[in-house]
């Protein structure tokens, strides 16, 4: 039976530069011997901090020092270790959109933070409902956890005109920000959105970015970005010596001479897995679901119609080998939603065409009726 694996967000296979990568290895163990017998500290290679400044100037147009940025043993070390160090301990509040990334909901559970979800729309974060919020909150909370760009789970991206009302908020009650951008230059087409400490160079703003996402999740790389006190606050935490310096030093020789390059060529297949998932949707689901359509990212949010059992669904996809991420991972409340994610960046074209028919097949034998549902859109559940 053909297994169709659209739950694990990684990504492709066929773009990664096995060749320029082996040369690159050569190249860092020749020149980096004496340094790989030392621990890298808590910065990491500087080399690669020098290059991830560089493609953030670069990318905002801003200038960025390299020394405000830490090598991480990928990203999710930074948000965990961001958690650790603006909280106090449990029952402390950190705001969050009510569907973000299920590693997040679990380190955060698991430092017994209250996370407080915001409702997300086409445009991101609901940043009026999260001022309403926040008036009425009997406790201040610690900081802001955001998605920004092809939000992972729902893939939207956060307009600049609720970007700068999120800065004005956050200032309003002195809130950090903490901005995880793991998926940013995995860009497919339209503007790129500035990041939130491009847009106003305030010290609470704290950046998170990721290697997993535009090169391999495998070489376990992300970085932080943050000025004083913050980047002290959050580096002091990391007890593991530094990031991964092989990993690094292969990828700061990688990178040395052309920064961009794999990134534009991988994008360009992933964008094309993108129009395939859309257009094998739009053949089979069109009169069933609606799902976003994300300019970039990894991700494809599915709304399923509420008259389908989500746990005989989730099993009888599996049946016919077909593997989806259910919503409920997602949203912080924890709780059952009629919503599943598609990752779509490592799905050969093939398992692309013949899957959605099956999972199409899987929801029209789920459903208790043939009623075709009445959504506005995507998020027009008033439980959002």
């Given at each position: 039976?053909?297994?169709?694996?659209?739950?694990?967000?990684?990504?492709?296979?066929?773009?990664?530069?096995?060749?320029?990568?082996?040369?690159?290895?050569?190249?860092?163990?020749?020149?980096?011997?004496?340094?790989?017998?030392?621990?890298?500290?808590?910065?990491?290679?500087?080399?690669?901090?020098?290059?991830?400044?560089?493609?953030?100037?670069?990318?905002?147009?801003?200038?960025?020092?390299?020394?405000?940025?830490?090598?991480?043993?990928?990203?999710?070390?930074?948000?965990?270790?961001?958690?650790?160090?603006?909280?106090?301990?449990?029952?402390?509040?950190?705001?969050?959109?009510?569907?973000?990334?299920?590693?997040?909901?679990?380190?955060?559970r698991s430092l017994g933070l209250a996370m407080h979800g915001m409702p997300v729309d086409e445009e991101g974060m609901?940043?009026?409902?999260?001022?309403?919020?926040?008036?009425?909150?009997?406790?201040?909370?610690?900081?802001?956890?955001?998605?920004?760009?092809?939000?992972?789970?729902?893939?939207?991206?956060?307009?600049?005109?609720?970007?700068l009302a999120l800065i004005e908020v956050a200032r309003e009650y002195d809130l950090p920000v903490v901005e995880d951008n793991c998926y940013g230059d995995v860009h497919f087409e339209g503007e790129v959105e500035p990041a939130l400490y491009a847009l106003d160079p305030d010290p609470r703003h704290i950046y998170i970015g990721s290697l997993s996402k535009i090169f391999a999740p495998g070489m376990r790389l992300g970085y932080l970005l943050a000025e004083s006190p913050f980047f002290e606050q959050i580096v002091s935490r990391r007890h593991d010596a530094g990031s991964n310096y092989f990993a690094a030093a292969v990828l700061a020789e990688f990178y040395k001479n052309d920064l961009w390059g794999h990134c534009v060529a991988a994008n360009q297949v992933l964008k094309q897995k993108r129009d395939r998932l859309l257009t094998a949707?739009?053949?089979?689901?069109?009169?069933?679901?609606?799902?976003?359509?994300?300019?970039?990212?990894?991700?494809?949010?599915?709304?399923?119609?509420?008259?389908?059992?989500?746990?005989?669904?989730?099993?009888?996809?599996?049946?016919?080998?077909?593997?989806?991420?259910?919503?409920?991972?997602?949203?912080?409340?924890?709780l059952p939603v009629h919503y599943l994610r598609l990752a779509f960046g490592h799905v050969p074209d093939e398992q692309?065409?013949?899957?959605?028919?099956?999972?199409?097949?899987?929801i029209a034998q789920c459903r208790r009726s043939n009623a075709q549902p009445e959504y506005a859109s995507l998020f027009d559940d008033p439980g959002l």
């Open positions: 039976m053909p297994i169709f694996d659209f739950a694990v967000g990684q990504t492709n296979p066929e773009t990664f530069p096995t060749a320029a990568l082996q040369q690159a290895a050569v190249a860092a163990i020749a020149a980096e011997a004496e340094a790989l017998n030392r621990y890298p500290g808590g910065k990491g290679h500087a080399g690669l901090r020098r290059l991830m400044a560089e493609r953030e100037s670069e990318r905002e147009s801003v200038d960025v020092n390299p020394e405000n940025i830490a090598l991480m043993n990928g990203s999710m070390q930074a948000v965990t270790l961001a958690g650790q160090a603006l909280t106090n301990g449990p029952g402390d509040i950190v705001i969050t959109e009510k569907y973000t990334y299920s590693g997040t909901i679990a380190a955060y609901k940043v009026d409902f999260l001022a309403t919020h926040l008036a009425a909150l009997p406790q201040k909370p610690k900081f802001i956890y955001t998605l920004t760009s092809y939000q992972n789970p729902t893939g939207v991206t956060m307009s600049r005109a609720r970007r949707l739009e053949q089979s689901l069109k009169d069933v679901c609606v799902w976003s359509e994300p300019t970039g990212g990894l991700f494809l949010w599915l709304r399923l119609p509420p008259d389908i059992d989500l746990v005989t669904l989730k099993a009888t996809a599996a049946e016919r080998g077909f593997y989806y991420a259910d919503g409920q991972d997602f949203n912080v409340e924890g692309i065409d013949l899957g959605i028919p099956v999972l199409a097949e899987c």
